[in-house]
């Protein structure tokens, strides 16, 4: 699809639509294997016939693109109304080609690799028509000669050939190749002067070619499953679905995006990213406990990001398996929701998380994370949690299922939800006892409160099987990457078995911060200290 906005067309208008909304459309359908957008450079001059931008999409079965889900997504409801308004500010051209040949170096990396991410390319796009009857001598022509020409190029990486696929109503075929180069390469240089000078090079276009169009571009921006682009919000965004949101910078408070991935076995798990406008900033994820949602992280979000040392970061919060009924096919372990940490990376393109932060059942899954995926993790917070279930974890977890059931609270859609009478017990443990009471923390003892009462009750019935039977001591001898241990000094038994933890990670051990005054969830009353920690931890 080729794309040439006008130019009263806000640039951020633009790229927001394009970035966060319209591809990762596309790229999250199955029918899709990748999206990237190029824009030209005009290295050597402007192209004919070729407009700005360009974005090119790799689909296995072409079929699937003149029927649903796709056409879908140009129709309303689907199809947003900015999306319709930003279109008609746009001369787009969209073709659909089928691929006949492909040859590449060694040297080729798929872009659309999470270890590739900061990599770029340089593609020249040629668009031949050929005479009727003249295709097939166009094809010998660049099967025999060009393409072993072009690839003595320096910074030759791949070319691809396709023509107008059977799926395109137009009648007249068009041949598309797409040549790609590193950044640094030899365009111009001898080898391809050679290249496009040669007698059969000549005589192609002398008698094969009716119309030919040609334009260099560069990789702008390579799509995920998810949108991630906090540098270009422009006004505020809410799909049709209500499942992605998008949140422009105000003079109180910076951008975010929230929206979802869908793991392989069908799990869904919503995310909000904000923070950092950087698209390469480092990247904080945290890991909800059970029975709530990344509203826990608020007020140490708040005061983690109102120091100027920490606005670097982008943070990154998710709804844990289980808050919904979208909790996938897979039984759940901690194995299960460290995959799905990494999913998160995979979607939003993130080689690396800079920490993994959980608390509870999340403090089991980023050290279970930062054990199983050293790659992926470069430090780690784990709090108000054990490295393995204790003895009557599961009779324990199924009395209070068991509680939820029996008081049957359903919400406005008829699911079944946890409802008030866990939730007062739960909450009730896991706040100090002064605390819960007190004017100033309790309006955020009864936002979590809510949180529990609305929890999915099949969701949390899967999902706290992972706390069932579980030991990850033993990983944790070998582990050789940064972490700490973080605890409410009220916890129970807690303070001690984390102190225990600490001293049993690698081979000397690490720390272990006790938040006083503080239980299950220290980020909830304490958020300043726990802020604090985290800041140290990190610098």
């Not at 633009?14 to 294997?33: A, K, L, Q, T």
């Not at 016939?49 to 796709?70: F, K, N, R």
């Not at 090079?201 to 799509?223: D, M, Q, W």
């Not at 939003?348 to 089991?364: E, F, K, M, N, T």
Request: one cysteine or more; proline letters at 6%.
């Amino acid at each position: 699809m080729t794309m040439e906005p006008k130019p009263d067309l806000p640039p951020n208008q633009f790229h927001d639509w394009y970035n966060n909304e319209h591809g990762p459309s596309r790229v999250r359908m199955p029918i899709f294997d990748n999206g990237f957008r190029y824009r030209a450079t005009d290295l050597n001059g402007p192209g004919k016939g070729m407009p700005e931008w360009m974005a090119i999409y790799d689909v296995p079965d072409m079929s699937e693109m003149v029927i649903e889900p796709y056409i879908n997504l140009r129709k309303p409801p689907i199809q947003s109304q900015r999306e319709r308004d930003t279109m008609k500010q746009i001369a787009v051209d969209r073709k659909f080609y089928d691929l006949e040949n492909s040859w590449q170096s060694e040297k080729f990396k798929r872009l659309e690799d999470v270890d590739a991410v900061g990599e770029g390319n340089v593609m020249i796009a040629v668009i031949l028509v050929p005479h009727p009857g003249q295709k097939e001598e166009i094809d010998k022509w660049y099967i025999e000669e060009h393409v072993g020409l072009l690839q003595k190029v320096p910074g030759w990486l791949r070319t691809r050939r396709f023509t107008s696929s059977s799926v395109d109503p137009r009648d007249e075929t068009e041949c598309i190749a797409l040549h790609e180069y590193s950044t640094k390469n030899g365009l111009g240089g001898p080898e391809f002067q050679v290249a496009i000078t040669t007698p059969w090079f000549n005589k192609i276009f002398e008698i094969a070619v009716k119309e030919k169009k040609r334009r260099a571009y560069e990789l702008a921006y390579t799509f995920g499953r998810g949108p991630r682009d906090l540098s270009v919000l422009h006004d505020p965004f809410t799909s049709y679905d209500k499942r992605t949101s998008t949140f422009p910078p105000t003079k109180t408070s910076g951008g975010a995006i929230e929206s979802y991935i869908t793991t392989p076995d069908g799990a869904v798990l919503s995310y909000r990213l904000e923070g950092s406008t950087d698209p390469e900033a480092p990247v904080l994820v945290f890991s909800n406990c059970v029975l709530v949602d990344w509203g826990i992280w608020d007020s140490f979000v708040t005061e983690f990001l109102s120091s100027s040392g920490n606005q670097k970061y982008r943070i990154l919060r998710y709804l844990t398996r289980g808050r919904t009924k979208e909790y996938g096919k897979s039984k759940v372990n901690l194995d299960v929701l460290s995959s799905d940490i990494v999913c998160l990376l995979d979607g939003l393109r993130i080689p690396q998380a800079a920490c993994v932060i959980g608390v509870s059942l999340g403090g089991a899954t980023v050290l279970n994370t930062a054990l199983k995926h050293p790659d992926r993790v470069s430090k780690f917070i784990s709090c108000d949690t054990n490295a393995n279930s204790p003895s009557g974890n599961s009779k324990a977890w199924g009395e209070r299922i068991e509680t939820a059931k029996k008081e049957g609270m359903k919400n406005e859609h008829g699911d079944a939800i946890v409802g008030s009478q866990l939730a007062e017990a739960t909450t009730r443990r896991w706040f100090v006892a002064d605390n819960y009471d007190d004017p100033a923390i309790e309006p955020e003892i009864r936002r979590v409160k809510d949180m529990v009462i609305h929890n999915d009750l099949a969701g949390f019935e899967a999902s706290v099987e992972a706390l069932f039977d579980y030991d990850i001591r033993s990983k944790m001898e070998t582990h050789q990457g940064q972490g700490i241990f973080v605890v409410g000094g009220s916890d129970g038994v807690l303070p001690d078995t984390m102190k225990t933890m600490a001293q049993s990670l690698g081979t000397n051990g690490t720390m272990c911060k006790v938040v006083s005054n503080a239980g299950h969830l220290p980020m909830v009353e304490r958020p300043k200290e726990f802020s604090k920690i985290v800041s140290d931890f990190l610098a």
